[in-house]
Each structure stands twice: as structure tokens, then as C-alpha cells.
């Protein structure tokens, strides 16, 4: 059973503070890595993706992936109330079908 | 900005009714899904679709779920004879390539 492991929280970090989110997948074959934000309520919004090892840019927010140790993160510098959200970890398969796994998700709480 | 969009938003059935879910995907994607999310609970694959066929399903994707892309825009998830553990939100999504998925915002469907 493919499987991508998230730390459910609730993360807790002070308004201005750098949130780090985790997520450890087990599929050595998975080619592409996704971060999406999940309100409350709401459907999964994509914030990132990365395919290659080393990090990835994007304004606040830096994706890290480690193949080797089957590791993908997201940084989120000057964290803001509006982060709060839950956000699922993502990894597609080597089926080459566009198919994702989710991780349950880490629940991120910026409090001002 | 394009957007996934999903009807009904939320729709009660009695448990043995079909229902059908709609979805109208970003216009110039090709390939198409539907996840769902029980509440509390992981976003889970159902059903990848690409040039007109199923590229894969997952193992809750049984006989009583199908697919069907009648137009060239509308996409659509019919299930035939619905279960009290079938209550979700049901999302659908589309992307360009197997990449980057793009989610609606939902049908939750509950199931009395």
C-alpha cells in the first residue's frame, strides 16, 4: 500500500514565525510532489510542486525534496493568521496517470 | 482565472438512489478525476479519465461508481445505488498534463 505520512498537529507558530510542514511518502518510484492548502470546508488549493531534489522558491513559501530519504517539506517564512489551514501533502505515482496520494494533512495554526 | 466548477453543491439522496455529480473541468485540460473526502478524513482517489477512457481507478471505484465525459465539456460521476458510507465531499479535478491538479469546490453528498 502506497502511503504519505503527515504529522496531523495541530503546528502552532506565532505570527511572523517560519512554519516548517513535514511529509514522508513510500512509493521510491513517485516523480512529482504537491503542497495544497485546505480550509475548512473548502476543496484543496494548490500552493506548490516540486519534481527535482533540492528546494523550490516560491514568495513565502519553499518546497524541500529529498528523494533519496523519501522526504518532501514546505516552508512558509513570515506566517501570517491567514495560513491557518490544513495542508495535505501530495505525491503522484510512477503510474503516470496524473493520480495523487494525499497525506491527512498538518493542520497549521498562526496565532497573531 | 479558469476554475473547476461542480454541481450540486451539496445534495440528500435516500440510501439505494443513484445520484450523478457534475463537473465542468478547465476548458483546455485533458485529463480529468474525482477524489473524495469523508469527513475528518483523507483526500482519496477515485477514477482518473483521459481521452475518453478510464486510465485508473482505485478499489472504491466498485461497479456501482461510473464515469462519463457525455460532452466536450461536462464530466460526470454517477453513483448507481448509494450507501450510507458514500456520504462525502466528492471533488473533481482536471489538469493539463499529469501534473498540477486543479480541484472544484465540491459536492457533498449525504446519504440517508
Known amino acids: 500500500q502506497k502511503e504519505v505520512e503527515q504529522n496531523s498537529g495541530p503546528l502552532s507558530v506565532p505570527e511572523g514565525a517560519i512554519a516548517s510542514l513535514n511529509c514522508t511518502y513510500s512509493d521510491r518510484g513517485s516523480q512529482s510532489f504537491f503542497w495544497y492548502r485546505q480550509y475548512s470546508g473548502k476543496s484543496p488549493e494548490l500552493i506548490m510542486f516540486?519534481?527535482?531534489?533540492g528546494d523550490k522558491e516560491d514568495g513565502r513559501f519553499t518546497a524541500q525534496l529529498n528523494k533519496a530519504s523519501q522526504y518532501v517539506s514546505l516552508l512558509i517564512r513570515d506566517s501570517q493568521p491567514s495560513d491557518s489551514a490544513t495542508y495535505l501533502c501530495?505525491?503522484?505515482?510512477?503510474?503516470?496517470?496524473?493520480?495523487?496520494?494525499f497525506g491527512q494533512g498538518t493542520t497549521l495554526q498562526v496565532k497573531p | 482565472e479558469p476554475e473547476v466548477t461542480q454541481t450540486p453543491s451539496h445534495q440528500v439522496t435516500q440510501m439505494g438512489q443513484e445520484v450523478i455529480l457534475r463537473c465542468v473541468p478547465i476548458?483546455?485540460?485533458?485529463?480529468f478525476y474525482w477524489y473524495r473526502q469523508i469527513l475528518g478524513q483523507k483526500v482519496e482517489f477515485l477514477v482518473s479519465f483521459y481521452n475518453n477512457e478510464i486510465s485508473e481507478k482505485s478499489e472504491i471505484f466498485d461497479d456501482q461508481f461510473s464515469v462519463e465525459r457525455p460532452d466536450g465539456s461536462n464530466f460526470t460521476l454517477k453513483i448507481r445505488s448509494t450507501k450510507l458510507e458514500d456520504s462525502a465531499m466528492y471533488f473533481c479535478?482536471?489538469?493539463w498534463g499529469t501534473g498540477e491538479l486543479f480541484f472544484g469546490e465540491g459536492s457533498r453528498l449525504t446519504v440517508l
Open positions: 501530495a505525491v503522484g505515482g510512477s503510474s503516470n496517470t496524473g493520480k495523487l496520494i
Open positions: 479535478a482536471s489538469s
Open positions: 476548458s483546455n485540460h485533458l485529463y
Open positions: 516540486i519534481y527535482s531534489n
